[in-house]
């Protein structure tokens, strides 16, 4: 986060900036890909622990 706001405000050499756009790029890339699988793949993998949980203990419960 640092690197994306020194970048906006700073002035950048004009040999510099393709290799700003690739670091940019992998930077944002990264942050949304991160956000993504973990509101998709960990939030839903632990909703779906959770369930497990639940109905093996009405089963356990039901048995006994």
């Known amino acids: 986060m ?3 706001a020194f970048i906006t405000f700073r002035d950048i050499p004009k040999d510099n900036i393709r290799f ?3 670091i940019v790029g992998f ?3 990264t942050i949304v890909a991160g956000v993504i699988g973990y509101y998709f793949g960990s939030s839903q993998g632990s909703a779906d622990k959770n369930e497990l949980i639940k109905t093996e203990k009405r089963e356990n419960l039901n048995e006994n």
Do not use: A, E, F, M
């Open 20 to 22: 700003v756009d690739t």
């Open 2 to 4: 640092i690197y994306i």
């Open 27 to 29: 930077l944002l890339g």
